[in-house]
């Protein structure tokens, strides 16, 4: 029997069916060389992060089957083989490969240098990083890391002659081999240590999401469906019965200064206990409240600062439901108050649209700013003439830069390059940890500096105003703790670095007066309470005195300590049960 009749063939032989070759030559690679070669690439190569971690989990157990251990690469292997087969077709192997190379060296240098573990939030977060932002990450090391492992392969690939199937049949048939042979041996696999993986599957999720490229790849099309193909949802009203109430005694309006702080973590904070001097300036304000407990609602950017401005909460936070709802901005501006957003991150993921906002601009600040990012002082620019052009009670939230990195020191000046030596470069894994916590400590310092140079400005205002400030950080950040760097981590995960976050309240004593607050009763709340992300929705709308069915007494930061015949008056039903937690749908209508 010839060969040109045998489907499944030998892939060492050429085919004299191969139409425009030379026949007595060399006619190029059989495809599935090139499937078996990018499956080994994958396994072996791009996943070796995930074959250490899961070896280094063995090595922490009394005992393991040896056999169960060698057989953990040929699961990565064959995995490959079955999900890289049907994509072999001629047309559609190259620019798939070459995308997948160009992604897996990505994903690669990320999960290696940084820790990142790649799943919808992450992809989320990707998709909505600026290019500033985006080029912080480039430097000399992750370039040459992205040339050996992605670019030189890709350019193999395409320069190299692949030999298919003569005939549709005997590809059909090859294919469905190739696919075959590895599924019974995965199966046999799965026969012999089922429950060893099992066991440690269930232990140590996170593993899944480390097995590249089926995480970055799951991650896309899930948030692809997410924001896109399933993006029908109707746009839905918050707190449309929101109006304020009760007179102040002393007739003061109210303005508050909300701050959103970007990548601050709790455990580099004096004021949170750290043994540093982080807080050396709000420290020596008299007032400055430090709460020791409170979490963030994720652990990025992109899901934090939408689900603390709305009504659901981190236990329902849905980011297709918040991109489809108004926010607390909507809500503070629907009752009369006269809000104003000043951004200096990435943006303010849709909970400023449709109120009054200001994107900070570095070419009209060149004495701040500086490769497309600015510092966060540029924020007090102007805002003596922007609270002036307001109104009644104010409202002007900061999106602060803050600690954002990689490039921790690019957010602080060099005055303020307090703690040294400091990193001063974008590879932070090729810092020593001295030099790392420095530069982020530098970060937290200057961002404490920031913050009482904004409660300086409204202790200024306190002849016209009773003034407040409220400062909460999105989300926290790894410095090399168990391996991991940045943040994003999924939050089932995610280390205590990067939930325990910081926040901090100061208030007039004609504040203070007004609402009647108990010092001391807050100050005890700061010290031994329990706070998240869910607070800031209902603690803003009573230091506004906003009444609206979206308002929850018992998450108002302030409303424990507040006077309990001004809490009855702004509409708190006192003997209620205070236990509900945030209601997703009170007070929502779908348009």
């Given at each position: 029997?010839?060969?040109?009749?045998?489907?499944?063939?030998?892939?060492?032989?050429?085919?004299?069916?191969?139409?425009?070759?030379?026949?007595?030559?060399?006619?190029?690679?059989?495809?599935?060389?090139?499937?078996?070669?990018?499956?080994?690439?994958?396994?072996?190569?791009?996943?070796?992060?995930?074959?250490?971690?899961?070896?280094?989990?063995?090595?922490?157990?009394?005992?393991?089957?040896?056999?169960?251990?060698?057989?953990?690469?040929?699961?990565?292997?064959?995995?490959?083989?079955?999900l890289?087969?049907?994509?072999?077709?001629?047309?559609?192997?190259?620019?798939?490969?070459?995308?997948?190379?160009?992604?897996?060296?990505?994903?690669?240098?990320?999960?290696?240098?940084?820790?990142?573990?790649?799943?919808?939030?992450m992809?989320?977060?990707?998709?909505?990083?600026?290019?500033?932002?985006?080029?912080?990450?480039?430097?000399?090391?992750?370039?040459?890391?992205?040339?050996?492992?992605?670019?030189?392969?890709?350019?193999?690939?395409?320069?190299?002659?692949?030999?298919?199937?003569?005939?549709?049949?005997?590809?059909?048939?090859?294919?469905?081999?190739?696919?075959?042979?590895?599924?019974?041996?995965?199966?046999?696999?799965?026969?012999?240590?089922?429950?060893?993986?099992?066991?440690?599957?269930?232990?140590?999720?996170?593993?899944?999401?480390?097995?590249?490229?089926?995480?970055?790849?799951?991650?896309?099309?899930?948030?692809?469906?997410?924001?896109?193909?399933?993006s029908?949802?109707?746009?839905?009203?918050?707190?449309?019965?929101?109006?304020?109430?009760?007179?102040?005694?002393?007739?003061?309006?109210?303005?508050?200064?909300?701050?959103?702080?970007?990548?601050?973590?709790?455990?580099?904070?004096?004021?949170?206990?750290?043994?540093?001097?982080?807080?050396?300036?709000?420290?020596?304000?008299?007032?400055?409240?430090?709460?020791?407990?409170?979490?963030?609602c994720?652990?990025?950017?992109?899901?934090?600062?939408?689900?603390?401005?709305?009504?659901?909460?981190?236990?329902?936070?849905?980011?297709?439901?918040?991109?489809?709802?108004?926010?607390?901005?909507d809500?503070?501006?629907?009752?009369?108050?006269?809000?104003?957003?000043?951004?200096?991150?990435?943006?303010c993921k849709?909970?400023?649209?449709r109120?009054?906002?200001?994107?900070?601009?570095?070419?009209?600040?060149?004495?701040?700013?500086?490769?497309?990012?600015?510092?966060?002082?540029?924020?007090?620019?102007?805002?003596?003439?922007?609270?002036?052009?307001?109104?009644?009670?104010?409202?002007?939230?900061?999106?602060?830069?803050?600690?954002?990195?990689p490039?921790?020191?690019?957010?602080?000046?060099?005055?303020?390059?307090?703690?040294?030596?400091?990193?001063?470069?974008?590879?932070?894994?090729?810092?020593?940890?001295?030099?790392?916590?420095?530069?982020?400590?530098?970060?937290?310092?200057?961002?404490?500096?920031?913050?009482?140079?904004l409660?300086?400005?409204?202790?200024?205002?306190?002849?016209?105003?009773?003034?407040?400030?409220?400062?909460?950080?999105?989300?926290?950040?790894?410095?090399?703790?168990?391996?991991?760097?940045?943040?994003?981590?999924?939050?089932?995960?995610?280390?205590?670095?990067?939930?325990?976050?910081?926040?901090?309240?100061w208030?007039s004593?004609?504040?203070?007066?007004?609402?009647?607050?108990?010092?001391?009763?807050?100050?005890?709340?700061?010290?031994?309470g329990?706070?998240?992300?869910?607070?800031?929705?209902?603690?803003?709308?009573?230091?506004?005195?906003?009444?609206?069915?979206?308002y929850?007494?018992?998450?108002?930061?302030?409303?424990?300590?507040?006077?309990?015949?001004y809490?009855?008056?702004?509409?708190?039903?006192?003997?209620?049960?205070?236990?509900?937690?945030?209601?997703?749908?009170?007070?929502?209508?779908?348009?």
């Amino acid at each position: 029997m010839s060969r040109s009749n045998v489907p499944f063939g030998l892939p060492f032989r050429s085919s004299s069916q191969d139409k425009g070759k030379v026949s007595s030559g060399w006619a190029g690679i059989d495809y599935r060389l090139v499937i078996v070669a990018m499956a080994l690439y994958f396994a072996l190569g791009l996943n070796w992060k995930v074959l250490e971690h899961f070896y280094s989990i063995l090595g922490g157990l009394i005992d393991y089957d040896l056999g169960f251990a060698i057989s953990a690469p040929f699961v990565l292997l064959f995995g490959s083989l079955i999900l890289f087969t049907p994509f072999s077709f001629k047309y559609l192997l190259k620019p798939f490969f070459a995308l997948l190379l160009i992604t897996g060296a990505l994903s690669n240098y990320a999960m290696v240098k940084y820790g990142i573990v790649f799943d919808r939030s992450m992809i989320e977060n990707i998709v909505e990083t600026n290019t500033t932002e985006a080029f912080s990450y480039l430097n000399m090391q992750s370039v040459l890391w992205f040339v050996v492992s992605g670019f030189v392969p890709v350019a193999i690939l395409m320069l190299m002659p692949i030999r298919y199937p003569a005939t549709i049949v005997r590809g059909v048939v090859q294919r469905v081999a190739m696919m075959l042979i590895p599924f019974v041996l995965l199966g046999g696999i799965a026969g012999l240590y089922f429950k060893d993986y099992a066991s440690v599957g269930r232990n140590h999720k996170v593993l899944g999401k480390e097995v590249s490229p089926v995480n970055y790849f799951t991650g896309a099309i899930q948030y692809t469906k997410r924001r896109y193909i399933s993006s029908s949802m109707a746009f839905r009203t918050v707190g449309d019965d929101a109006h304020q109430v009760v007179n102040v005694a002393n007739g003061k309006p109210t303005l508050m200064f909300l701050v959103i702080g970007e990548t601050a973590r709790a455990q580099s904070v004096q004021a949170n206990g750290y043994g540093r001097p982080t807080s050396a300036f709000t420290g020596k304000i008299p007032g400055v409240l430090a709460f020791q407990n409170v979490r963030s609602c994720g652990t990025a950017t992109a899901v934090s600062v939408p689900c603390m401005f709305s009504t659901m909460g981190h236990d329902s936070y849905d980011g297709d439901v918040a991109r489809h709802s108004e926010s607390l901005m909507d809500v503070l501006a629907k009752a009369g108050v006269s809000v104003l957003w000043k951004e200096n991150d990435e943006g303010c993921k849709g909970v400023c649209d449709r109120t009054n906002h200001v994107d900070i601009n570095p070419d009209d600040f060149p004495d701040y700013c500086a490769n497309g990012s600015c510092l966060d002082e540029v924020m007090l620019e102007g805002l003596d003439q922007e609270v002036a052009r307001l109104s009644g009670d104010r409202l002007v939230a900061f999106h602060v830069m803050g600690s954002h990195g990689p490039t921790y020191f690019k957010r602080y000046p060099d005055e303020h390059r307090f703690f040294t030596p400091d990193c001063q470069r974008s590879d932070i894994e090729n810092c020593t940890q001295e030099e790392l916590i420095n530069t982020y400590d530098n970060t937290i310092r200057y961002t404490d500096f920031v913050i009482a140079k904004l409660i300086k400005q409204l202790a200024g205002y306190q002849d016209r105003f009773n003034t407040v400030l409220l400062y909460v950080s999105d989300h926290g950040e790894s410095l090399g703790e168990s391996g991991m760097y940045l943040h994003g981590a999924p939050y089932v995960f995610a280390p205590d670095e990067q939930t325990h976050v910081p926040m901090f309240t100061w208030m007039s004593p004609g504040f203070a007066a007004s609402r009647n607050v108990q010092p001391d009763c807050l100050d005890a709340a700061a010290k031994a309470g329990s706070f998240s992300h869910d607070n800031l929705f209902s603690t803003v709308l009573g230091v506004m005195r906003v009444q609206s069915n979206v308002y929850q007494p018992k998450l108002d930061i302030f409303g424990g300590c507040e006077d309990s015949v001004y809490r009855a008056d702004l509409g708190a039903d006192l003997s209620t049960d205070m236990g509900a937690g945030p209601q997703a749908d009170a007070g929502v209508k779908v348009q």
